[in-house]
């Protein structure tokens, strides 16, 4: 059964920078489109990233110009570089496939930018 766990985040200033790691257990990674996802306190979950197995990328408007996805396939492991943070980015932080279906999620990793 494949997991995922989210790790990296942390409490962090305005305009600061953070790298989030998600590693993937079990086979079949390179083959997905992986998303970054983020769940602020009283709002639905959404996805901010996404890397297809070959490297294309799309981002939330939200984010796009400030976070940056990556992936290294033989680590198993989808990347999250998030720079000029803002308070609004507060939240939980997952990565799970784009595509249905997805994996179990993991327990995310909470990211706090202060003002």
């Known amino acids: 059964q494949v997991q995922l766990v989210e790790s990296g985040g942390g409490l962090v200033q305005a305009g600061g920078s953070l790298r989030l790691s998600c590693a993937a257990s079990?086979?079949?990674?390179?083959?997905?489109?992986m998303g970054w996802y983020r769940q602020a306190p009283g709002k639905q979950r959404e996805l901010v990233a996404g890397i297809s197995s070959t490297g294309n990328t799309n981002y939330a408007d939200a984010v796009k110009g400030r976070f940056s996805i990556s992936r290294d396939n033989a680590k198993n492991t989808v990347y999250l570089h998030m720079n000029s943070l803002k308070p609004e980015d507060t939240a939980v932080y997952y990565c799970?496939?784009?595509?249905?279906?997805?994996?179990?999620w993991g327990q995310g990793t909470q990211v706090t930018v202060s003002s």
């Open positions: 079990g086979s079949g990674f390179s083959i997905n489109t």
């Open positions: 799970n496939k784009v595509r249905f279906p997805q994996i179990a």
